[in-house]
RNA sequence: GGGCGACUAGCUCAGUUGGUUAGAGCGCUGCACUCACAUUGCAGAGGUCACAGGUUCGAAUCCUGUGUCGCCCACCA
């Protein structure tokens, strides 16, 4: 190790080469073959942008897995890749055009905007997988997929072929959430709801009475709304059929003033809640949700107002062509002129965003494509219920179970230009079907249509989703059908040119949809192996082990990755599902760049090094559903870090100079970027990174200087066999410890609980190998008579240190596993071995049970308590670090010996010169006292003593003592607590009541003496 | 409105099936640069476990209710 004398530990050099080593080595490729496999799909980052801190957290925690299940022996795969994350990134692209260049999509065209979003793909592609390697993460980069790239695109291809000839594609109108900046359908899960201050309405309708010109009568209905536009497309007026007030008008209609048009008076339970405004209901069923079910239920007309960019439609008559504002402003002006408004009041509303385009969502009627979920969610439900697919920490199964008992139909159809395209070819059934039924069947027949699998076709009522004729029909069927109300929809599962020219010359048309991301991203654990053709890896690798994500996406992506995992596989995707915190910063946000309080892993891997990011991350990891992670700006002068507070995310620019941050330690300010603006070009910025992982970093380095301390003592190691019984105590507490530690680890491991396995490695290194062991080993290096086996003991112990920590500290394992092979090239107990050559595929540690002692853990625990309880009186008598006492100990013969024994450790870590224990060893004079449950201890320390002092101390002591002693007596005293706790707790008790009894008993003593010397 | 979760030391979090008077890291205080490590060592201070009831011999832990916060879902014309 050529930097074994730095005492830094330097996280850059070992980064880049080791992970060059493991590669060159094809440590992360797998093939099949005769192992277990362990198999992690990684959920494909999208390239909309690069990796934050939640992608860190992601990926460190898989490749944990997957380094830890290597070397136990399973065939591991990490599969990457990318998401092409369909109206994400195409929303970037086009920001970006529009920003940098003012065009818009349209003066691309669609061939040539999707061929500038290639081009973003290939940079953050690059990007987002390089950031994965300067984590670490042992990928299979021959493996690297992309949702459109072929092997991808085929799955899609089929899967939504198959669906369509099971009929469980169909394309029907329904209301969607329209985009009408983006101009396309969004999900549900893609809207965020923002309260915007409005009015509420009211307005008065005229009643027509049977036989009567509307409104002479004077009756009126009162109808309240807070979107007086949508009016132009109501087709009804709902009342409550219960509510006593308007019984009468039930069946009635009323004039809908402004278009003319007369429209029925409904009554609907389910719409109307009698208490809330008039109780009388407008409805819109081609423009709100509810009103589209109540239309539905009614079978009213749905009448569209809004053309897709968001200005009224034809329908909307003299309004058509404003915007849906304007259109709402002129409706109410010209109600007003009528007479017809009642009252306006101020109003609060949710109205939904869309996420990618932050304007307002109208709901809006149009043809769209959607899968029919109820079987596939039944199933999907069943794999969780009976435990075929289990889910960590386990109370997200509610979540995924309740999502899918909704059963709703999923909309698969976005209206963007950046997918994989419907495969459908459409035309209307014409007046000549008898024709159009024949060409069908020409195509079906035709070369390049064989195998007979590779068209379908189905018949749909326009607008309904019905599917009335199908391929497993003769398509002479729909010969007889009526011209207008249908469309012929030609499914290929190829796009075979041939086959294409054909259809397109019968008039057949493509859909110009693409389809939702979500879509090929429910095929990824199996798309990326190779279906539909049985390749081996699909055989070999499939179902995979374990998915790692965070809980936004369980209905979005697991659900449906379970749903097409059994549609097409027959079997389920993986076998566990663990969900992981979400990073949150001080105040609870979730981090962005947007927000400005986003930290960039590179910058955490520059300043802390991939072991430091990595191991606070795996600690952090609990099984709650968020973590904070309060964050700063580093300093760009002198590394200072700076804690952000909110004031920070509000500043602005002020007289056009950007806000700069003082430095409070040497003074200089600094920009930062921020929501509200970008740091001048030039400028020192202050990057946001957190101080969390000082706390790894310091690991490490202390690691790699507990590795130095080795490697200086193991100069002239010889290699052999060690017997557990010619071990010297220390060693036996180490190697015991160590097993523990290796049983603890792995089972935590298994139980996804990755801050405690952290913990434990942590603990075990610094506050038992570091602290103790390392301290205790020096003494046995020393000596040419002990030092042989010591080394080779000291030698063991850092080689299973090491492999512990290579899942979590891949870098620095390896480094100090190089070093240490060159030093010890053959290590081990009882018989020594040549090492792996390299930790990363080296066997994951056993803990050999033989290692276990609990009566030396119970000495050295002793050993222990009596050198804190001597420096605890150091310290608190301000006794000099060099100076030497003495330490008088009364204790039991058998206790006695065992610290004799010890002896040179106390004088070693204590600072005592002379040690006298024995059962009949008494208070020196002017001494200071500590007491435990097994000895009373002295340490005479004339002249250094404050006697009032101590005997307030000892008072207080023995306050605390009294005060334990009063709870257990009580306890002890009460039958009910003897006749009804268990018997080994009761047991516990009495022995603790003796063990305070005795330093009771103690502590009079010692006060005793000292209130009775005169001081 | 329905659901889930959180509330433990100044901060971030542990606390396994109820059982000694509750732990860690950071921060804080004091001492120490002794030959692995000051990104360190040693010692210490600091908590009526959100609140109120209940179950129990015994509650941070189980039950009920309240409060505060966060998230998810459904949504108020």
């Not at 007479?339 to 769209?368: F, N």
């Not at 969610?377 to 386990?394: K, L, S, T, Y």
């Amino acid at each position: 190790m050529s930097t074994t004398l730095d005492s830094r530990y330097d996280p850059n050099e070992a980064q880049q080469r080791w992970y060059d080593f493991w590669e060159r080595r094809g440590y992360f490729h797998a093939e099949p073959d005769e192992r277990q496999p362990y198999t992690i799909v990684i959920p494909p980052p999208n390239v909309t942008g690069a990796l934050h801190m939640g992608h860190a957290l992601n990926n460190t925690l898989q490749d944990v897995l997957i380094r830890w299940r290597r070397m136990q022996g399973f065939n591991t795969l990490w599969v990457p890749g990318t998401d092409h994350a369909g109206i994400g990134t195409q929303a970037v692209v086009e920001r970006r055009l529009r920003e940098q260049e003012k065009k818009t999509r349209h003066d691309l065209g669609r061939d040539g905007l999707v061929q500038r979003i290639w081009a973003w793909k290939d940079d953050y592609e690059a990007r987002i997988l390089n950031q994965l390697r300067r984590l670490g993460s042992s990928c299979d980069w021959q493996r690297t997929r992309f949702t459109l790239d072929p092997v991808c695109a085929r799955a899609v291809r089929q899967t939504f072929f198959r669906m369509f000839q099971d009929a469980l594609i169909y394309r029907g109108k329904r209301l969607v959430n329209w985009d009408t900046h983006l101009q396309t359908a969004v999900a549900d899960d893609e809207i965020f709801h923002e309260t915007v201050q409005g009015h509420l309405w009211t307005f008065r309708y005229p009643v027509k009475a049977a036989g009567e010109p509307a409104g002479q009568a004077g009756e009126h209905i009162r109808i309240a709304t807070t979107r007086p536009e949508t009016r132009l497309g109501d087709t009804a007026v709902a009342v409550h059929p219960a509510d006593p007030r308007y019984q009468h008008l039930i069946g009635r209609t009323v004039e809908l003033p402004l278009t003319g048009r007369e429209i029925p008076i409904i009554a609907d339970a389910i719409l109307v809640d009698p208490k809330f405004g008039t109780g009388c209901v407008k409805v819109t069923p081609a423009h709100d949700p509810n009103d589209y079910q109540t239309g539905l239920r009614h079978r009213l007309p749905m009448i569209n107002i809004l053309n897709p960019d968001g200005t009224i439609h034809a329908n909307g008559g003299k309004y058509a062509g404003m915007d849906r504002d304007a259109a709402r402003e002129a409706v109410v002006a010209d109600l007003q002129a009528l007479g017809l408004v009642e009252s306006v009041e101020d109003y609060e509303t949710q109205v939904g965003h869309s996420d990618r385009s932050k304007t307002p969502i109208e709901p809006y009627l149009s043809d769209q494509w959607f899968v029919r979920m109820d079987k596939l969610a039944e199933a999907a439900m069943d794999a969780v219920r009976d435990g075929r697919v289990r889910i960590h920490p386990e109370r997200y199964t509610k979540t995924y179970l309740d999502w899918l008992g909704e059963k709703r139909d999923w909309c698969i159809s976005r209206q963007l230009w950046w997918g994989h395209r419907i495969p459908v070819w459409r035309q209307p059934v014409s007046h000549d079907a008898p024709a159009q039924a024949a060409a069908l069947r020409a195509l079906e027949t035709q070369p390049g249509a064989a195998p007979e699998d590779s068209i379908a076709w189905q018949i749909n009522r326009q607008g309904t989703g019905e599917i009335v004729h199908s391929s497993h029909e003769e398509p002479s069927l729909f010969a007889d059908l009526a011209e207008g109300d249908y469309d012929i929809l030609v499914c290929m599962l190829r796009d075979d040119a041939a086959l294409v020219a054909s259809l397109e010359a019968a008039g057949f048309v493509q859909d110009r949809d693409v389809l939702d991301t979500w879509f090929s991203s429910a095929l990824w654990p199996h798309s990326t192996l190779g279906w539909p053709e049985p390749t081996p890896d699909l055989e070999y690798y499939y179902p995979t082990s374990t998915l790692v994500t965070s809980r936004d996406i369980i209905t979005l992506w697991v659900a449906r990755m379970v749903i097409t995992g059994l549609y097409n596989c027959g079997d389920v995707p993986f076998r566990d599902v663990y969900i992981h915190p979400k990073i949150l910063d001080a105040f609870g946000q979730t981090m962005s760049k947007s927000k400005g309080n986003g930290v960039d892993p590179l910058d955490i891997i520059d300043r802390y090094g991939a072991d430091a990011l990595r191991f606070t991350l795996t600690r952090m990891t609990t099984e709650t559903q968020d973590v904070r992670m309060p964050v700063g700006y580093a300093c760009p002068h002198c590394g200072t870090i700076i804690a952000q507070k909110s004031e920070h995310q509000q500043m602005k620019p002020r007289d056009g100079r950007k806000p700069r941050i003082k430095c409070p330690s040497c003074k200089k300010e600094f920009q930062f970027s921020s929501p509200n603006f970008d740091p001048d070009a030039g400028e020192p910025v202050g990057r946001v990174v957190s101080e969390r992982f000082e706390e790894g970093r310091n690991f490490a380095n202390k690691l790699w200087n507990a590795a130095r301390f080795a490697l200086l003592n193991l100069e002239n190691y010889t290699p052999g066999p060690v017997a557990l019984d010619q071990l010297a105590d220390e060693e036996r507490w180490i190697l015991s410890r160590l097993a523990g530690t290796v049983s603890e680890v792995t089972e935590h491991l298994e139980r996804f609980r990755f801050s405690a396995a952290a913990n434990a490695i942590y603990d075990f290194a610094w506050s038992e190998f570091c602290d103790w062991y390392v301290e205790m080993a020096k003494l046995r290096l020393r000596d040419p008579a002990t030092r042989g086996p010591a080394q080779r003991v000291l030698a063991t112990v850092l080689d299973h240190l090491i492999r512990l920590l290579q899942p979590v500290m891949p870098f620095l394992a390896e480094q100090v596993w190089q070093a240490l092979g060159a030093h010890a090239p053959e290590r081990g107990i009882p018989i020594p071995s040549a090492p792996a050559d390299s930790v990363m595929i080296a066997p994951w540690p056993l803990a050999p049970t033989e290692w276990r002692d609990p009566q030396v853990e119970r000495r050295i625990a002793r050993l222990q308590e009596v050198i804190k309880a001597i420096r605890n009186i150091r310290s608190k008598f301000s006794v000099e670090p060099k100076r030497r006492v003495t330490a008088v100990l009364r204790t039991s013969a058998d206790i006695a010996a065992e610290l004799r024994g010890f002896a040179p450790f106390i004088a070693q870590l204590a600072t005592v010169s002379d040690l006298r224990v024995g059962p009949d060893e008494g208070k020196p004079a002017d001494s200071v006292s500590a007491v435990s449950s097994d000895w009373e201890l002295w340490v005479p320390l004339a002249g250094l003593i404050d006697r009032p002092a101590e005997i307030a101390r000892n008072r207080k002591l023995l306050g605390s003592i009294e005060g334990q002693l009063k709870s257990f007596r009580s306890k002890l005293g009460s039958a009910e607590f003897v006749s009804k706790a268990p018997p080994d707790v009761v047991e516990l008790h009495r022995q603790r009541e003796a063990d305070l009894l005795n330093q009771k008993a103690s502590l009079q003593e010692i006060l005793h003496e000292l209130e009775g010397v005169p001081g």
